[in-house]
């Protein structure tokens, strides 16, 4: 046999090894991954008694006994007759939709501005949108529940409450919509609305009637975008709707009282707040890194 | 001097309006305004409601202190205490994250099945942070959870509790609870890591490695010389986002430890929670909160700093 293909065949199996291995550890990071929302999932349709039962510490096979229960969808039907939650779902999509519809109409006017023009203090101005995004939660909510609280819009009124929800999420969505939109925009080459001006556009028709059919992926994964950061909010909600309109977020924490966990009814209800976000984002992955880094990062 | 002198129209109103305000400018103004209503007037109020000590039952006044609450912080030291966990939190989260992030990247970049996998691991992300808390406080319970189950049949966990457990880790490392909160972030946000550095694997230029393959370098070397170099910027990016989010969001936290137990897990912006809304002490949080913003402010420069460089040599 030749000495070169011997080293070539143990260089195969080596690459075959190291595919293995490769597999190995992505697989093994993929049941991490999953687990905690596999669980999650299966346990809301488990009856308490089930869903608390393990195995002894150091007893492998009765790992069996997670998959063995008869399905039941007690608690969703709890949440909605024992709990009432759906006002909860309706204050919830009233906010996140209204603050996200303003981000996108608002941020997408402002990003193509600061995509295109050339203003005196761009750099300021886009600079001090940024940090609006990135200012921690609490900090920015200390000013504005006493601002708030002085115009007696978080008395315990439904419509009062919401209004605070909404322009709370947008100072996080619109700041989040201008960057994201602005990379979107600057990938759209500047030719077209010239071309456009050519032939006697005006500015506006030129942005309205060509540049924003253009971007109109980039402004439905914006929108999608903002709507999962306000949806999943909590801590704004509990200070700021806690009287009137209570999302769902803070009504799944209040199923954990001093006095006990409703363990099958939290389970579902996050299941619930999950599944509908997971859903959306899975259909916009393509601009996600785009999103989630404020245009930093493309793809 | 012949011809026709045209006098100048009167411009109207509106037209001097317009040529003050270029089209583009226009187009912001509405966004300018309303973010300049709901965030920089509330920014205002914030300092100066930090040099007040504010009113604690209806009727009283606000009483101007000055620098107290910011010269009282010395003294908190709960403060201080949060101010070293949250660079704790921060160093091990990124860490951690950006350790599994970028090896996961690298594994599954270019593999048969890349983008099965991508949506599998792009799952936790999109989990409310609520949710996170509640899932993981359900997976460590003692008595019916399945990680503590699985940990301590593993032998890796010493305490009969997680969340419970102020024991510090390896004697000079945070309490053991710490490291099930930190846990639960390195669940949520490694896909964001993996989703970045393969949006920046994806951008190395294929000549380089060609190149580095030609001169025989090993995968190693190719690695670290080319690979690592191009996606450095990238990298940069997710760990300032990181850090903005790790500072953010308290959500997972006040669901599992409430910054419990014995203050091991009170990171500051939870500490700034607990002072405003549970104590509140509106003129202590604002000086909290105006540090911890003035700190993000400087981390955001340090962004746009980073967003810049990376036009001038485009990676995306």
Known sequence: ?299 | MTGEWQVPRKKTFFERIQGAFPFHFRLMLPAIIVLAIITLYPFFWMIWLSLHETAMNPGEQDIFVGLANYANLLDDEVFLNGVKLLIWYFVICLSVEMFLGVSIALLINGMKYENLFVILFLMPMMVAPIVVGYLYSYLYNVSFGWYFWFLKSIGFLQTDTILASAKPVLGFLPSVAFFGVVAADVWNWTPLIILIVLAGLKNVPQDQLEAARMDGAGSWRTLWDVTLPNIRSVLLIAGILRFMDNVRYIDTIYVLTKGGPADSTKILPFHLYNISFRYFEFGRGAAVGFILLLFIIFMAMFFVKVFKKKEVAPVG
């Open chain 1, 1 to 299: 046999m030749d000495k070169t293909e011997l080293v070539s065949r143990s260089q195969k199996r080596k690459k075959k090894i190291l595919g293995t291995l490769t597999y190995i550890a992505v697989i093994v990071f993929l049941i991490w991954t999953i687990t905690p929302l596999f669980v999650m999932v299966v346990s809301s349709f488990k009856d308490l008694r089930e869903a608390f039962q393990i195995p002894q510490v150091g007893d492998w096979k009765g790992v069996i006994k997670f998959f063995q229960f008869t399905p039941t969808t007690r608690h969703y039907v709890e949440l909605f007759t024992m709990e009432d939650f759906r006002p909860f779902i309706i204050n919830s999509l009233i906010a996140s939709i209204s603050a996200s519809i303003i981000a996108v109409i608002l941020g997408s006017l402002a990003a193509y501005g600061l995509a295109r023009g050339r203003i005196p203090g761009e750099e300021h101005i886009s600079f001090w949108i940024i940090s609006c995004r990135m200012a921690p939660v609490v900090a920015v909510m200390v000013p504005l529940y006493s601002i708030f609280s002085g115009l007696g819009l978080l008395e315990a009124y439904r419509w009062r409450n919401l209004l605070c929800l909404m322009l709370a999420y947008t100072t996080f969505s619109l700041p989040f919509a201008v960057w994201f939109l602005r990379s979107f925009f600057e990938d759209i080459p500047t030719e077209i609305e010239e071309a456009a001006k050519v032939d006697g556009c005006s500015n506006f028709r030129a942005f309205w009637d060509i540049i924003l059919p253009l971007a109109k992926p980039g402004i439905v994964a914006g929108f999608i975008l903002c709507m999962i950061l306000s949806w999943n909010d909590f801590i704004f909600a509990s200070v700021l709707g806690q009287q009137g309109a209570k999302t769902l977020p803070v009504a799944t924490s209040e199923l954990h009282s001093t006095v006990d966990i409703k363990w099958g009814r939290i389970l579902a209800s996050g299941t619930m707040l999950c599944v509908p976000m997971l859903t959306l984002g899975l259909l916009i992955k393509k601009y996600l890194v785009q999103g989630l880094t404020m245009g930093a990062v493309r793809q």
